[in-house]
Structure formats: C-alpha cells, structure tokens
C-alpha cells in the first residue's frame, strides 16, 4: 500500500494527529492493541480488527474506518477492519457525515432501514463496507481476530467473544448524548479525532 493514493484532507489530518495529548493511563490501555499488531506484523500474518460496541452504530464504525486508513497511512499491508454490535441498528447518519467532513468518499449504496454505506479513504484501496450489523455476523471473521470493545456496555456484556484471539477493551465516551443539540456536530469530530489519534499512535508504536 502506498500512503500516496490516500486523499489528501485525510493524510493532512492525520499528520495534524497530535499524540502526545494521550496520557500514560490512556496508553496502558492502548498497549495490548499496540502488542497485537506487532506480533502479528512480526510473523507476516494478516491482521484483523473487529470494533464492537453496543449497537454499531458511531464509534465502533469511526474506529473501524479510522484503523483502515491508518493502516495503509503507516504501511500495513495486511490489515483489515470489521465492526459489529451486540444487536444490529444502523451507522447513524451524522458520524458517517462527519467522515464526510474529514475527507472520507461515501457512498451510500442501499437506503434500507440499515443502509450500506461504501467509504474509501485511498482512490487505489477497497472501501470499507459501512452498515450495522452484530459482531459474529457472517460479514466478519469467525476466527483469528482481535475484538476491540469501543464501549463500556459492550465491554461487560461480552465477557467471552467466540474465535477471537485477543479481547481488547479500549472504551471512548459515547457521542449519542449530543444528538440534536447544537453541539452534536462538534461532539461527533472531538470523538472521530480522538479516535484517530489514539490509533494513530498505536500503528506508529506497533511498525516494526
């Protein structure tokens, strides 16, 4: 992968990812994903990320499509990013608006109660297919992943993920609580950009 054929607003952003707002606390935390990458970056074998959280509806979708670009941003050839939920509703319309916002292209390719959104992050990569489903659905890798829960409810309730490598808690706060208020639109970033810089410095500190 070529970081070259990413769309520019995206490789801005990310060189604009400043990681040293991260606390010790934060990193401790990030540090099992940082370990996971690396050992399986070491051994040349694929690397599969699935972001859960309760209803794949923002941040699991934001951190899955985050994780792909950065991974071809640092040169991870291998890598590939899944999200699901506890129960299937659908990517709410303003955090894939809010991709949008951050150079994403989006294509929504279905207009069902879940639709299916098609995002690419590089004119020369696959595009990350977006719609709300449950973790274990067909759609996601059955086995040799890591699962990463984006939130605290999903975190408890997932005590055990089946064919899951590595179980990864690395929870943010839940930008539904501004959903039609004035500040939703400045949330819904805050959230997108914290996420990307966290994995941000996962990918710097996981390259081999």
Not at 62 to 85: D, H, I, K, M, P
Not at 132 to 148: C, G, L
Request: hydrophobic residues 40%.
């Amino acid at each position: 992968m070529s970081k070259n054929t990413q769309f520019i607003k995206i490789t801005e952003i990310i060189e604009s990812l400043d990681t040293s707002v991260i606390s010790s606390e934060r990193k401790e935390v990030l540090l099992p994903l940082i370990e996971y990458i690396k050992g399986k970056a070491v051994e040349n074998e694929i690397i599969r990320l699935n972001f859960i959280c309760t209803h794949n509806s923002r941040r699991s979708h934001l951190s899955q499509v985050w994780a792909q670009a950065l991974a071809t941003y640092y040169g991870f050839n291998n890598v590939y990013s899944y999200s699901g939920g506890t129960e299937a509703t659908a990517l709410f319309p303003v955090a894939a608006q809010t991709l949008k916002n951050q150079g994403f292209q989006i294509a929504k390719l279905s207009d069902a109660e879940n639709p299916v959104y098609a995002i690419k992050h590089a004119t020369n990569e696959a595009a990350v297919i977006g719609f709300s489903k449950t973790f274990d659905d067909i759609f996601n890798p059955q086995s040799e992943f890591a699962a990463i829960l984006t939130c605290s409810s999903a975190d408890a309730g997932c005590p055990f993920i089946a064919g899951a490598e590595k179980r990864i808690p690395i929870t943010f706060e839940d930008p539904k609580a501004f959903d039609n208020t004035p500040q939703q639109a400045e949330k819904y970033l805050e959230r997108s950009i914290q996420i990307a810089t966290e994995l941000s410095y996962v990918f710097q500190q996981a390259k081999l």
